[in-house]
């Protein structure tokens, strides 16, 4: 770490050059920089990332191979995700963070649910896991062409009893049918000491079902809108927790609690609107 | 006596002094529950409009080396309509609902919306300085300051509170229209207009260019107006401006602040701060022999 980094204050904006650009699928790209505070941040904490002339968003940050560096991998959806994919190698971005909470590393036998990018905080939490755990990633996609970090799991986990299945909705590749449907399957099968899931919401809803119907420890990571990251604007709120302060993990007991959670989400100017 | 951090604000009673100051979390009713919870007297919502506004594009916000912050979050909200419907359920929270409109008309419509709700007081914006033909723009023309107020002052029974800011003109002019156009009571100061550069891409961070600093930098510009107004006018003052600890809470009062506002400092300290200020409040009036906030209002203005 840099003498700098350690006094750095998390709210300023710091700005990095992207190194590398990797693709995963024709939509998601991963882009590498270094920065020594993103590169150790806890699995689950996020960074908000400024496209300078476009937007900022949060971004979950996702690990790197290399010491002393991070990324972000993102899939260009709106005009902002979009921005931040078709940045060059060499093409400067703020960051500002970490931000939120990490997710309760448990050890035993470990199911980690991911969809999309959800699978970015599931990527750093594989490498906080102790050799000695059993760990099952699932990865959910539409269809073939959007399966990626298959390979990076596989390799992250190269010490641990493991499994990594894939599950597509058109059964394009690996299981066929919904990733929720996979999950069910797995917690009636064999016991499982924790859960872990991020990515889509109502994905997340019945994960979490699943788990703590059967009184298994679950946690997911929630996405919001978000404008300041730091619990100033309420933009992230769900029910009363704010994503971004609060979270974004929380666990299935709480979530299980909470009436917006899996059901709805508010829009920029505020208003809930149903998934 | 045990003191009381009961305070009175003309006819506005609240049962603790420090509020969520507006555009601070205010949009769901299960955050000013538990912001109620934790201590907050009142929240004050988010400006609403007639109609839902998304703001401005991130970077919204912005945080300056050395404390503060400026932000440009455009007043983005659900619309008064949605606010009132959300609200129609609320019993428990004292609720000010902070308005934002270019014409009289905009605020009287708004007002009817509220019809149905519990409300506390309302609030107008008359100086958010990051949004074009509202806040600032209204706060800085007194004759629209007049029509404004004595509009809504005709339009509901509700005590109303103006909140003034650092325009263009003296922001007194802006407090003595409003006080004789028959304002209940004054909010002082909104957030400053500023704004912040990258030098490493040379652009202006905040993608509005310009928002509004609020936070420590600008408390003793806050402690000053009130301090000025309330020594000038015979009428109710809130402080509002880089409040983050008891300590500041008490120099609002000594200055003439009946109740203050906390925004920023819950970016900084998150909403525990409320129970922190009320603690630090009510062990400084043990200390001095205070049984209400009301008694401590203006005292350093006999020096």
């Not at chain 1, 073939?144 to 059964?171: C, M, P, Q, R």
């Not at chain 1, 666990?251 to 059901?263: A, I, R, T, V």
């Not at chain 2, 909140?163 to 209940?184: E, H």
């Not at chain 2, 008891?246 to 009062?253: L, M, N, Q």
Request: aromatic share 8%; hydrophobic share 40%.
């Amino acid at each position: 770490m840099r003498w700098w980094d350690l006094q750095r204050n998390s709210n300023h904006t710091t700005i990095v050059t992207i190194e590398k650009v990797i693709d995963e699928t024709p939509t998601v790209r991963t882009l590498v920089f270094s920065d020594s505070v993103m590169s150790n941040v806890l699995p689950g904490q996020f960074a908000m990332v400024w496209i300078p002339g476009i937007n900022e968003l949060p971004m979950s940050v996702m690990i790197s191979q290399e010491s002393g560096k991070a990324a972000f991998t993102v899939r260009k959806h709106g005009v902002s995700s979009t921005g931040l994919f078709n940045i060059v190698s060499g093409e400067k971005i703020g960051i500002r963070g970490p931000y939120g909470n990490a997710f309760d590393i448990k050890s035993g036998k470990l199911l980690l649910v991911g969809g999309g990018t959800g699978l970015v905080p599931m990527m750093r939490l594989l490498t906080f896991l102790k050799p000695t755990d059993d760990v099952t990633v699932l990865i959910g996609a539409k269809s073939k062409n959007e399966v990626f970090f298959e390979s990076l799991a596989n390799d992250l986990l190269k010490n641990n009893i493991h499994n990594v299945i894939i599950s597509t909705d058109d059964g394009s590749y690996g299981e066929n049918g919904f990733v929720t449907d996979v999950v069910e399957k797995l917690v009636n099968k064999s016991h499982f000491d924790a859960v872990y899931t991020c990515g889509p919401e109502k994905m997340m809803y019945k994960t979490v079902q699943s788990a703590h119907s059967r009184g298994i420890f679950v946690q997911a990571s929630l996405e919001r809108m978000m404008k300041c990251g730091v619990g100033i604007c309420g933009s992230c709120c769900v029910g009363e927790d704010l994503a971004c302060k609060d979270g974004t993990i929380f666990d299935g007991d709480h979530l299980s609690k909470n009436k917006e959670f899996g059901y709805s989400h508010r829009n920029k100017a505020g208003i809930l609107e149903d998934y | 006596m045990e003191p009381s951090l009961t305070t009175s604000i003309g006819k506005i009673q609240l049962d603790r002094p420090a509020m969520l100051a507006s555009g601070i979390l205010g949009i769901s009713l299960d955050v000013f529950n538990r912001l109620y919870r934790s201590g907050a007297g009142a929240v004050v919502s988010k400006s609403l409009s007639n109609e839902p506004w998304e703001g401005y594009p991130n970077p919204t916000i912005f945080s300056v080396n050395g404390g503060g912050w400026i932000n440009a979050v455009g007043l983005s909200n659900p619309g008064a309509p949605n606010f009132a419907k959300m609200i129609e359920s609320n019993h428990d929270v004292p609720i000010i609902v902070s308005l934002v409109g270019s014409v009289p008309d905009d605020f009287k419509m708004m007002i009817e919306e509220f019809t149905n709700c519990n409300v506390t007081a309302f609030e107008l914006n008359l100086s958010c300085p990051h949004v074009a033909k509202v806040g600032l723009e209204v706060g800085d023309d007194p004759e629209l300051v007049k029509k404004i107020v004595t509009t809504v002052k005709n339009s509901t029974n509700i005590p109303t509170i103006a909140k003034v800011g650092l325009g263009t003109t003296n922001y007194l002019n802006t407090v003595k229209t409003a006080i004789d156009s028959g304002i209940d009571a004054i909010t002082a100061i909104n957030t400053v207009r500023a704004m912040a550069i990258d030098v490493e891409t040379q652009r202006p961070i905040l993608s509005n260019k310009f928002g509004g600093l609020s936070g420590t930098p600008i408390k003793p510009i806050a402690l000053r107006c009130v301090y000025e107004i309330s020594s000038k006018y015979d009428i109710p003052v809130i402080g509002c401006g880089g409040i983050s600890t008891w300590e500041d809470a008490i120099e609002f009062f000594l200055a003439g602040a009946s109740a203050i506002q906390i925004g920023s400092a819950i970016g900084d300290n998150w909403i525990n701060v409320f129970n922190d200020i009320n603690k630090g409040i009510l062990q400084y009036m043990k200390q001095k022999n205070y049984s209400t906030v009301n008694e401590m209002v203006g005292l350093a203005k006999k020096f």
